[in-house]
């Protein structure tokens, strides 16, 4: 899995988007729901979001992780949930930031790239996604494309994670009766990927636009474009901004089944 932004840029995209989610959190107010985690309130993303924070940061630095359970009811009992939320990033940007290039922890994710990005990138991601969240929240539906933060190149690097990292575990749910292909193409973006779908874990292949320009439009049996902030919306359920071509009901199946809550 090639990672596209470097080590520092990962640290801005996770101090970012901390302060989107922040930010949102408060705007909407903590008892607000989450159109896009329905089962959740702003306190219950807010609590998730600090507790993953300092699960990586305990892994990151070669702790055992405390229990989840254990965490929330610490976020529950601190009366300042935005100020417990705070203390958990502090942490985790401590901890990445204070580790080794050539640190050694375990990665949960397909074909990742060394630990110290790995954490970062997945950090990153995690934080963007949830901060969405939030912006959910206070508008009371899915931003649009011109109202989130981040660009095409942090927007294509989550693409990659998702589509290289997550899609080809064994667990993952994307399935579908007969052997499919799906191409994914930002067209503000050099890169594509093509996934292979079917009664097994689908199979990712990267490869760039002038690949896919000289094969997959014409074999792909679902194409999906549009910009590299829309299709990363799209792709995590968080929004419908992008370009269906070809097999729509491939896409209703992933919807259905690839949903991050």
Partial sequence: MPHTLELHEYGEGIGNAAAVLRNNAARAGLDAPV????????ADLVIHQGVVHRWAAAIVEGREP???????????????????????LVEVLNALGRAADDLDAWFYLADPPAPRLAWSRRMCHETTVHAIDAMTAALGRAPKVSEVWFGSRLAADGIDELLTGFLPRPRTP????????????????????????????PRTILGSHADADADAPADADLSLGGSAAGLYLALWNRGDQLTVTGDAALWDVWRARMRVG
């Fill in 35 to 42: 159109p896009s985690c329905p089962l959740w309130s702003v």
């Fill in 66 to 88: 405390r229990d989840a359970p254990s965490v929330t009811r610490e976020a529950a009992a601190s009366g300042d949930l935005l100020g417990w939320f705070d203390d958990g």
């Fill in 174 to 201: 994307l399935r579908y009766d007969r052997e499919v292909s799906i191409a994914v193409r930002p067209d503000d973006s050099s890169q594509s990927w093509t996934v292979s779908a079917g009664e097994e874990a």
